[in-house]
């Protein structure tokens, strides 16, 4: 079982920057990749970015040199550091991870908003 705890989401205007953060718990040792999703009103949830656990990262191309997924071991956390923002940016943000017990199975972390708007 994991627990994940997303937060850092905002408002802010275009070209700014927000840090998300997401804090596992649990069975974390398991972890084998986590990323973060989002999904705006009436759009799919898509992947954002993802780091594995040895450190691989994949980045949608939409946020490719804007955006940055880093991790902290000794913190259980992985970030996500959002530059130069859009409004097309506008939506809500999950913390998502899969693990070695069931890796068909994701965890999801309930979600921050995050509105990019002037």
């Known amino acids: 079982q994991v627990q994940l705890v997303e937060s850092g989401g905002g408002l802010v205007q275009p070209g700014g920057s927000l840090r998300l953060s997401c804090t596992a718990s649990?069975?974390?040792?398991?972890?084998?990749?986590t990323g973060w999703y989002r999904q705006a009103p009436g759009k799919q949830r898509e992947l954002v970015a993802a780091?594995?656990?040895?450190?691989?990262?994949n980045y949608a191309d939409s946020v490719k040199g804007r955006f940055t997924i880093s991790r902290d071991n000794a913190k259980n956390t992985v970030y996500l550091q959002m530059n130069s923002l859009k409004p097309e940016d506008t939506a809500v943000y999950y913390c998502?991870?899969?693990?070695?017990?069931?890796?068909?199975?994701?965890?999801w972390g309930q979600g921050t908003q995050v509105t990019v708007s002037s």
């Open positions: 649990g069975s974390i040792f398991s972890i084998y990749a």
């Open positions: 998502g991870a899969v693990t070695t017990v069931q890796p068909g199975v994701p965890y």
């Open positions: 780091i594995t656990s040895g450190g691989t990262t």
